[in-house]
């Protein structure tokens, strides 16, 4: 872990040396891979069988705590090791020491007070990996740094994207199997930045794999100058080396024939015992006692799981709403259903049951030391979907949303917006098209705004549609049970176990041959010069333009800025952004200034803050990170060094180099030494 001391802000000479010279260092690293593949060949040669394939995994927590990735994650390394992967686990959100953990046993000492995994849980297969706490993001330099502890041959995240940050270029095959929160992926997100970075991605959506395709596999938009007459690398090296991410559409793993038998094993349970009884009779813990409503009541005569209601329609809420923006949608859904509920003329037989997973349930699985409600809960929830004759799932926005599909795979119609993942999955019910986009302040997506009155439509005839299936029309019989088969069908097709792990055996393959082709092409760069082109992208003025260059860095310039010598500095650009030298690439560069009558532009103004002329050169990605909050070049300016003196990772280019002045007249009441006061005032903004 490198230490934010404030010797690591005191400028150094650049690495960078005369423009012919190749790149040092840079023969030593190539020199070891091929040695390494050698290596690889003769242990090949050696035992017939190829050497396991170790693969990392990473995701938010440990496999048996509470969440869906962690369990989608769990499945995943169970069906990978069954296909020869060597399986390794790196958890995000726990600490513990660097080290390799062969088994649950010797991982426990580190995990505190967190719920033990459930007995017989599969955990044999899966060697822990340790990772140092973070002050902060999972950058792609960190997990280039796990990669060199631990040498796994790929790895495999599965997060939301903006844990993670593209500081550099990924040194190993990396596979991201992503929600995508949005229609698109915009250019000015960071979110493109990030998606980039990656040699394959695996999408939970059809919709979202295609925005993502649209985004990254498009050629990369670099001004560069095709004829270097110097011997420097040429466009097409670049290209090489930022590649063409593979882009997949890889749902999660579900599993029909599982769900259907624990919706009949709960309906069972639900016959004779209310939800309570069953959750203290399976935790072995006292039962508390809260008011009920009697509908939910096991043995009362108005019991929906009873005789005598069980043609009532039941329309279902289910699920954990926990974000503050109520992402899931409930507030425009409940209104929809007191709309449509309040139009009846008899309402005795339909009811709205809203089952919330507490986050308090969520949060006693992970720290306390009791057996986790996991034995319980999924029978009375897959129950529930299976009493219920639509699930209501009206959300702002899914990057996949099991329960839709959960729903549909007891035989129940749901009930959707058509956006992102929900459009797609919704094969039984109606996907009602959204109202209008919101944005909520300090949440990173613009969402749809569910359509109150489309849904209230969208109850009404699926109510006509159960009211003719209670009645034994033959035309909605006939039309309900082809909907339920075609649906089975597709998702034995699409999100079988099996259908998941083929696609993953692939999409890890294409990601080693995509890694192979940008590491040769980043080696075909790094014999000779830097480019003389293409690395920055300049930007003057009050407020700056929105992102949407693809230049790796962006100059942010006071008006009048002339760069004298434009290839040195995308030469120097090229150099910290590939990092030959292997030390973390900075994320801010300051660039040395003169105003036309040869003064230097100083750092700071009289009272402390950051000099309107000085130049800066920052990673465009934390430029489309910085552009949610402000606009002003200046408050960029603060920002970025900021955000980078706390990373320690900001660097100043040598003033030997002429590189750039303001063609404008000092202003004398800021006269200082650049370097003297970059280094003595350690920017502290
Ligand atoms: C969602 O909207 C699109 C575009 O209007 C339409 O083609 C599609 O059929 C809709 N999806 C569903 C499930 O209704």
Same mark, same amino acid.
């Given at each position: 872990m490198k230490h934010n001391n404030?010797?690591?802000?005191?400028?150094?000479?650049?690495?960078?040396?005369?423009?012919?010279?190749?790149?040092?260092?840079?023969?030593?690293?190539?020199l070891l891979l091929a040695l390494v593949a050698t290596a690889a060949v003769a242990v090949a040669a050696d035992n017939d069988k190829p050497p396991k394939r170790k693969l990392a995994l990473l995701t938010a927590s440990l496999p048996w705590t509470f969440g869906p990735y962690q369990s989608q994650m769990h499945q995943l390394s169970l069906l990978l090791h069954a296909a020869d992967y060597d399986i390794h686990w790196i958890s995000?959100?726990?600490?513990?020491?660097?080290?390799?953990?062969?088994?649950?046993?010797?991982?426990?000492?580190?995990?505190?007070?967190?719920?033990?995994?459930?007995?017989?849980?599969?955990?044999?297969?899966?060697?822990?990996?340790?990772?140092?706490?973070?002050?902060?993001k999972l950058t792609a330099g960190r997990l280039n740094s796990l990669q060199s502890e631990y040498r796994f041959d790929a790895l495999l995240i599965l997060l939301d994207l903006s844990h993670v940050v593209p500081d550099e270029p990924f040194q190993m095959p990396v596979v991201a199997w992503v929600p995508l929160h949005s229609e698109t992926v915009s250019y000015s997100s960071v979110d493109y930045w990030v998606l980039r970075q990656f040699h394959g991605v695996a999408s939970l959506a059809p919709s979202s794999a295609m925005a993502i395709r649209n985004a990254v596999q498009q050629e990369i938009r670099l001004d560069m100058e095709e004829d270097d007459d110097d011997g420097s690398s040429t466009p097409a090296a670049v290209r090489e080396m930022v590649g063409t991410a593979h882009v997949e559409f890889i749902p999660h793993i579900i599993d029909g024939g599982y769900i259907s038998a624990l919706a009949d094993a709960g309906l069972e349970l639900l016959r004779d015992h209310s939800a309570a009884e069953m959750d203290s009779k399976l935790t072995h813990l006292p039962m508390v006692h809260r008011g009920q409503e009697r509908t939910l009541e096991a043995g009362h005569p108005l019991s929906l799981f009873g005789?005598?209601?069980?043609?009532?329609?039941?329309?279902?809420?289910?699920?954990?709403?926990?974000?503050?923006?109520?992402?899931?949608?409930?507030?425009?859904? +409940?209104?929809?259903?007191? $709309? %449509?509920?309040?139009?009846?003329?008899?309402? #005795?037989?339909?009811?709205?049951?809203?089952? /919330?997973?507490?986050?308090? +349930?969520?949060?006693?699985? $992970? %720290?306390?030391?009791?057996?986790?409600?996991? #034995?319980?809960?999924?029978?009375?929830?897959? /129950?529930?979907?299976?009493?219920?004759?639509?699930?209501?799932?009206?959300?702002?926005?899914?990057?996949?949303?099991?329960?839709?599909?959960?729903?549909?795979?007891?035989?129940?119609?749901?009930?959707?917006?058509?956006?992102?993942?929900?459009?797609?999955?919704?094969?039984?019910?109606?996907s009602v098209p959204h109202r209008q986009m919101i944005r909520s302040p300090g949440h990173l997506y613009e969402m749809a705004l569910p359509d109150v009155a489309g849904i209230k439509d969208a109850i009404q005839q699926l109510y006509d549609e159960h009211l003719a299936l209670k009645r034994g029309d033959e035309t909605a019989l006939t039309r309900r049970a082809l909907e339920i088969?075609?649906?089975?069908?597709?998702?034995?097709?699409?999100?079988?176990?099996?259908?998941?792990?083929?696609?993953?055996?692939?999409?890890?393959?294409?990601?080693?041959?995509?890694?192979?082709?940008?590491?040769k092409g980043k080696h075909a760069i790094l014999s000779g010069p830097p480019p003389t082109s293409g690395a920055y992208h300049l930007v003057t003025g009050y407020h700056l333009p929105i992102v949407d260059w693809d230049a790796p860095w962006t100059i942010l310039a006071a008006d009048g800025l002339k760069i004298i010598d434009a290839r040195a500095i995308h030469q120097i650009c090229w150099m910290h952004l590939l990092n030959p030298g292997g030390n973390t690439s900075p994320m801010v560069l300051v660039l040395p200034t003169k105003y036309d009558d040869g003064t230097v532009v100083p750092t700071h103004h009289p009272d402390g803050n950051v000099h309107d002329d000085l130049t800066v050169i920052v990673r465009t990605f934390m430029m489309t990170s910085l552009q949610d909050t402000m606009t002003r070049r200046k408050s960029f300016v603060a920002s970025a060094i900021q955000h980078a003196v706390m990373?320690?990772?900001?660097?100043?280019i040598s003033d030997t180099f002429n590189?750039?002045?303001?063609?404008?007249?000092?202003?004398?009441?800021?006269?200082?030494?650049?370097?003297?006061q970059f280094s003595t005032q350690h920017v502290e903004l």
């Open positions: 404030h010797k690591n802000y005191k400028p150094r000479p650049p690495p960078f040396l005369a423009s012919t010279a190749p790149w040092s260092l840079l023969t030593i690293p190539i995000l959100h726990d600490t513990v020491p660097l080290g390799t953990y062969p088994t649950y046993d010797a991982l426990r000492p580190h995990l505190g007070d967190m719920i033990r995994p459930p007995p017989g849980f599969p955990l044999n297969h899966i060697t822990f990996l340790g990772r140092p706490p973070d002050q902060g005789e005598v209601r069980k043609e009532d329609f039941v329309v279902l809420i289910q699920g954990g709403n926990y974000d503050v923006e109520d992402r899931k949608g409930w507030d425009t859904s +409940i209104q929809a259903f007191a $709309r %449509f509920y309040h139009s009846l003329h008899d309402k #005795s037989r339909v009811h709205l049951l809203i089952h /919330a997973i507490e986050s308090y +349930i969520s949060s006693m699985d $992970r %720290f306390s030391d009791i057996d986790p409600p996991a #034995s319980v809960m999924p029978r009375v929830v897959a /129950a529930y979907k299976k009493r219920a004759d639509v699930c209501l799932h009206a959300s702002k926005v899914e990057g996949f949303g099991m329960n839709v599909i959960e729903c549909q795979a007891v035989g129940t119609p749901v009930i959707t917006t058509n956006y992102t993942a929900m459009g797609d999955y919704t094969k039984i019910g109606r088969r075609n649906f089975n069908t597709w998702l034995e097709s699409t999100c079988s176990p099996n259908a998941v792990r083929d696609k993953f055996q692939t999409l890890l393959i294409q990601a080693t041959s995509e890694y192979k082709a940008r590491s990373m320690g990772s900001i660097q100043a590189t750039a002045i303001v063609e404008r007249k000092r202003d004398s009441a800021s006269v200082g030494s650049f370097w003297n």
